[in-house]
């Protein structure tokens, strides 16, 4: 059988598969590209299954009958064409740029820059990706504090990782197969997690927090190192500000306070501390938990003034200075992304930038963007590779708000929570069906064929490329995909023509490595070359120039449990419940419900749970997690149901009915919360 490497292009991994063709040249199977060191997910390993799936979208789709009705109509391209063409442009003549708005969901490299080179060009303010839920807080608060990008790359020289928040056994195996290595080599991990899970297993130490206290343990250890002097005193003397305000904001943090905040026994505290701080270079692996409260921004600089005090930055084995994108990399240039016609004028117009209170976010939040609907604002949607409805928070309200779009277009692969209440749904390709190619860091050029032919589905860029046409940039966008690609190419001495043959083109096998220790040359790059451990200027517009623990709501007597939420290793986020292959190996959301509460409601495994709280419901099966912190519940993320039909509620298992959109207010980035809110578990009487 043929074997032809491919380019999965549903996450930012971009993990290269060895796809097995069958005789008449079609694909068979798909499988990891092991030769090129891929450890890949589920979801790109069932393109196959989601491409020939019996309720994938195949032919664009009008909506026949009202919002949300299941009625629909086949069209073709050119019709749809015209319908999107029609409706952005009646939005702009009628409110300009502003009253659209661009929802790019999670990132996608190279859809996500063809999508932003038309946002850009057509002046767009309200755009956004999945940033502010994501890993914005933490990306922004390293480049704050240190003036540069962080890479945790986890070596064989790494002593210590703390993964605090962070699941790689389910989210990103190649971080676990990291950890496996440096465990080998001796090293040692501790896990900050409320959820028993295969990384608590390989754990030296396990600090089962009590979920939403992240911040007073980080404040209890920079108390613990500053105390036991185990900071790298000469680093900080040397190279760093702000020392004396972090002393007095952890000063209360004792042993036993932080305990009592934090569920977690002193001596297991004190041990993951010494072990982190002692045992170096040391990385502090911080995963979506820190990312989503309203503090999200300030756990992130705890994660960095934790890695500044211990001398863990700029070290190979600990915190990298990241070497910036390869310039040879085409797609990350603002060449493609036209990203320096973005002004800060444009910012002004973003809704909710007027409570964005940290001058260097990049982009607002879905819940803005949601009172920009209802302020009448924002008229015209357009979601590429996203669902809302599901992943954002109060997903009724979301739904709701959503469906009073003038008009609403969806590229999707299926029909979604959010694209059931489109007008338009447009039909994706995977990255089996369309001619692809892939830039490496050190110059090579691979070229993928389109394996599928006869599709009705395009790719994400060839509907861009477009929609820019017919929206007057004919100038700036290509007459088809060829000259897309040589627009890349350009540059490179090479033709897509010409890599049709030869399959690749080698580059000169150099990477750009990050640069250890290159501050003791020219300083941080920060504004005074310094690392910044308090920042003042953040004083006035959050009230806190270093990070301060305000706890979440507590829970009382009508909502006596705390629940969480984590992900699955079978699918990506609200994706893949259709595929059987995925599906099997989870048929239903699954909810970690700890021993306490689990007695107290008589819950056993299996049986299903109601969690409920002052937003809304969900219900999930019950697994007991053992070794919990009392009281706690883990709810898994994305779901609804593929085969609802007529009465069946679509988001009756979905996490995100109990989020609200409220709490974001205060957060430097906009971040709503799901770790740690108060809610009710009871048993649900369901027969299956
Ligand atoms: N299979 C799969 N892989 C994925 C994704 C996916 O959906 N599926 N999504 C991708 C994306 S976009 C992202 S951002 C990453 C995210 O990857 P991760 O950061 O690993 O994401 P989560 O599983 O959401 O959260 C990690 C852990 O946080 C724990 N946790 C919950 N509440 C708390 C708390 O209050 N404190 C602490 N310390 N821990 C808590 C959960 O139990 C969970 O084990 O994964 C990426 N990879
Ligand atoms: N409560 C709670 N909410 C969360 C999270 C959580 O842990 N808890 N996690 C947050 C995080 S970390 C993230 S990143 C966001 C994710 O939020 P989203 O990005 O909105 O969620 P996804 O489910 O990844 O949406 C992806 C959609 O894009 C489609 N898709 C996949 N590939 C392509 C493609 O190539 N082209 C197109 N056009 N479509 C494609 C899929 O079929 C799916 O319907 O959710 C956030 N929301
Ligand atoms: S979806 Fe999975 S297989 Fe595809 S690029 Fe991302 S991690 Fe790799
Ligand atoms: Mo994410």
Redesign the pocket.
């Known amino acids: 059988m043929q074997i032809q490497t491919m380019t999965c292009r549903f996450?930012d991994r971009e993990c290269h598969m060895a796809v097995s063709l069958d005789a008449a040249g079609r694909p068979a199977a798909i499988r990891p590209a092991h030769e090129e060191g891929t450890i890949s997910?589920?979801?790109g390993l069932h393109a196959l299954e989601l491409m020939n799936h019996a309720q994938r979208v195949k032919h664009p789709m009008r909506r026949a009958g009202p919002r949300g009705s299941g009625q629909w109509e086949e069209i073709s391209w050119d019709e749809a064409f015209d319908l999107a063409t029609r409706e952005l442009q009646k939005t702009l003549d009628q409110m300009g740029p502003e009253g659209l708005l661009f929802i790019k969901g999670?990132n996608k490299p190279l859809q996500s820059a063809v999508f932003d080179r038309l946002a850009n060009l057509l002046g767009v303010p309200n755009r956004l990706g999945?940033g502010n839920m994501?890993?914005q807080a933490q990306a922004q608060s390293f480049v704050d504090t240190f003036g540069f990008p962080a890479d945790r790359r986890i070596t064989a020289e790494t002593r210590t990782v703390v993964l605090?928040?962070?699941?790689?056994s389910?989210?990103?195996r190649w971080v676990q197969r990291d950890i496996a290595e440096m465990k080998r080599a001796g090293g040692r991990l501790v896990v900050?997690?409320?959820?028993p899970?295969r990384m608590t297993e390989l754990a030296d130490l396990w600090l089962p927090?009590r979920?939403?206290?992240?911040m007073a343990l980080a404040l209890g250890w920079m108390r613990l190192i500053l105390e036991e002097g185990w900071e790298d005193a000469d680093l900080l003397s040397r190279w760093a500000t702000g020392l004396e305000d972090i002393r007095k904001a952890c000063a209360p943090y004792t042993l036993e306070y932080t305990a009592a905040l934090t569920g977690l026994a002193p001596a297991q505290i004190r041990q993951g501390a010494e072990w982190f701080a002692c045992a170096k270079p040391g990385i502090l692996f911080g995963?979506?938990?820190?990312?989503?409260n309203w503090d999200s921004y300030q756990k992130g600089r705890c994660l960095a003034i934790l890695l500044a005090l211990t001398g863990n930055v700029d070290v190979p084995g600990a915190a990298l200075h990241a070497a910036p994108p390869s310039g040879r990399n085409p797609i990350r240039t603002p060449r493609l992304t036209c990203a320096d016609r973005f002004s800060a004028a444009w910012r002004e117009r973003m809704w909710g930038w007027d409570r964005a209170l940290l001058p260097t976010a990049r982009q607002t939040s879905g819940q803005a963007m949601l009172q920009g609907i209802e302020a009448g604002k924002l008229r015209t949607g357009w979601v590429v590779g996203g669902d809302p409805v599901v992943m954002w928070a109060d997903s009724r309200r979301t739904q709701l708000v959503l469906q009073s779009l003038d008009f609403l277009m969806v590229q999707d692969f299926f029909l979604t929570p959010t694209a059931q209440i489109a007008d338009l749904v447009l039909p994706v390709a995977t990255y089996l069906e369309y001619e692809n190619l892939f830039f490496e860091g050190d110059g090579s050029i691979q070229y993928r064929p389109a394996l599928v032919s006869g599709s009705d589905a395009r790719s994400d860029m060839d509907i861009i490329n477009e929609m820019g046409k017919r929206l007057g940039l004919a100038d700036a966008f290509w007459p088809d995909m060829d000259g897309f690609w040589n627009f890349l190419l350009e540059g490179s001495g090479v033709t897509l023509e010409e890599l049709r043959t030869t399959g690749r083109l080698e580059g000169d096998g150099t990477k750009r490595q990050p640069a250890p220790r290159g501050y003791r040359q020219c300083g941080f790059p920060t504004a005074d070359g310094t690392i910044h451990l308090a920042l003042p200027e953040l004083e006035e517009r959050s009230g806190g120039s270093v990070p301060r623990y305000r706890s979440l709501p507590e829970p009382d007597e009508a909502y006596p449990d705390r629940c969480?939420?984590?992900?699955?290793?079978?699918?990506?986020?609200s994706a893949g419940r259709q595929m059987p292959g995925q599906r099997t190996r989870q048929p239903d959301p699954v909810a970690y419900v700890s021993e306490d509460v689990a007695a107290r409601e008589e819950l056993r495994e299996g049986d299903w749970a109601r969690i409920t709280t002052p937003t809304g419901e969900t219900c999930q099966r019950v697994h007991i997690g053992l070794g919990m912190p009392a009281g706690t519940i883990?709810l898994a993320?994305?779901w609804w149901d593929t085969d609802a039909a007529g009465e069946r509620d679509v988001l009756a298992g979905n996490c995100n009915n109990l989020t609200s959109d409220q709490t974001l207010l205060g957060g430097e980035i906009q971040a709503f919360s799901c770790?740690?809110i108060p809610c009710r578990v009871t048993k649900e009487e369901r027969v299956d």
Not at 192 to 195: E, I, S, Y
Not at 211 to 214: F, S, W, Y
């Open positions: 996450c997910c589920p979801t999670f999945a994501c890993h605090w928040g962070s699941n790689p389910n989210t990103m900050v997690d409320p959820l899970t927090i979920p939403g206290t992240d995963g979506n938990a820190l990312d989503h969480t939420n984590y992900k699955s290793p079978f699918f990506f986020h883990a993320i994305g770790r740690g």
